[in-house]
């Protein structure tokens, strides 16, 4: 069992940077998959970043490609999202999400999820 909480959204400017954090309880966090998920209103939970167990793989979806930079510290059991140059568009509420298998960009695949954290982007 895995219990996630996220931290660290809020208002920006376009242009701007944010970090998340999802911090997370149990004792064998190195070895779950993490992913960050976002949410728009109106729209689909869609899939922005994963990272496996020991950090030696790293995913993103194209939208946020040279801009989010996802990174782990097993020490602390917590998962970051950097999110620089930021853009109206990436307006969401974030989830981080845990998995046992592989890391993935399907959220099926993610059993254990966060509450969110809120991400608002003004032009």
């Known amino acids: 069992q895995v219990q996630l909480v996220e931290s660290g959204g809020g208002l920006v400017q376009a242009g701007g940077s944010l970090r998340l954090s999802c911090a997370a309880s149990?004792?064998?966090?190195?070895?779950?998959?993490m992913g960050w998920f976002r949410q728009a209103p109106g729209k689909e939970r869609e899939f922005v970043a994963a990272?496996?167990?020991?950090?030696?793989?790293?995913y993103y979806a194209e939208s946020v490609k040279g801009r989010f930079t996802i990174s782990r510290d097993n020490a602390k059991k917590t998962v970051y999202l950097q999110m620089n140059n930021l853009k109206p568009e990436d307006t969401a509420v974030y989830y981080c999400?845990?998995?046992?298998?592989?890391?993935?960009?399907?959220?099926?695949?993610?059993?254990?999820w966060g509450q969110g954290t809120q991400v608002t982007v003004s032009s």
């Open positions: 999400a845990a998995s046992p298998s592989i890391a993935t960009g399907f959220l099926g695949q993610y059993p254990y």
């Open positions: 990272v496996t167990g020991s950090g030696g793989s790293i």
């Open positions: 149990g004792r064998t966090f190195s070895s779950y998959s």
